[in-house]
């Protein structure tokens, strides 16, 4: 890294700062306490996303883990089944909240690319007997962060709906990154959250605010949700200060995640070193490169932070690469010549 070069951060899009306009529309945010249901910026927020969404009620909460932890909550009974694919976030990544926070018995079901069927999920279901942990709730993911942002195809989505509603299941659905499926795909947000009972979405993420996820769904399922959000010590005081930031990413940092979906695109298009690939469609805003070698993750890691580079490793031999807020264009084409300067074995 030269003395003149600045620090580039694709560890995540959770690593942005909030904007000078956001600084300010934070600032003149009207506040009240939310815990006494007078905040209401809070209140605004939480009926903006939900219209957005297409569903009755939102729930304003600290982050996505605490939305999808609540959805599953406030959807199943302890000992019940839950099915997720085997690359979900509510299941790798949320610390084993299911298991302690619920009670459920999570069954994982494997999918290609992370895309989940009705069949896939239906082969799964437990029988009704006295034996076996009673279905009760679908989780699903869109994008799909470990299947590197992929975008789920609407109709997987639509036919779980269909399939599940039949079965008498609830479905959630992870939109941590649901932006980015509406933006990448075209599809209107109500259309995507339209076959599902729940949904939550983060605007921590590539929206850029600081903090803040909102659970959306019926009004008595969010009832449900608002009453474990205060168990689980979720309730905030005047976090309108944070709703103010998430309503500023809504209405002026939504548009631009194009760019940053362009400019993974870019990144792996513009790759070419023979131990260098990246195994899945760049739909959205993550890319995950595959790297040949013993610790090829290690490796790379430590070549693109030698070069004020920083990414995070994604498991053996995967290293994560997330465009984001604080990139420019002239950021991506030094990444592209960082990686392919990695040095070969
Ligand atoms: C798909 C997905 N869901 C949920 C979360 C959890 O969000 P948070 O970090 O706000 O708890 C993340 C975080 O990266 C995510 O990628």
Redesign the pocket.
Known sequence: MHANEHLIDLR?D?VTRPTPGMMRAMAAAELGDDVLGDDPTVKRLQAVVAERLGKEAGLFVP????G?QLAIRAQSAPGDQVVVEDGA?VYR??AGAPAALSGVQLTCVPAPGGLLSWERVEAALNPANVHCAPPSLVCL?NTH?RAGGRLVPQALVTAIGAGARARGLRVHL?G??LWHAHIAGGLPLAELAAPVDTVSV?F??GLGAPVG?VLAGDREVIARAWRFRKMWGGGMRQSGLLAAACLYALEHQLERLAEDHARATSIARGLDHPALAVGHPVDTNIVIIDVAGADGDTRLVAHLASRGILTLGFGPGRVRLVPNLLNSDADIARVVDALNGFPRA
Request: net charge negative; hydrophobic share 10%; with cysteine.
């Open positions: 995540s959770t982050s996505g883990t605490m999808n976030h990544y949320e993911e962060n992870d941590a990154r983060c921590s993420k996820s």
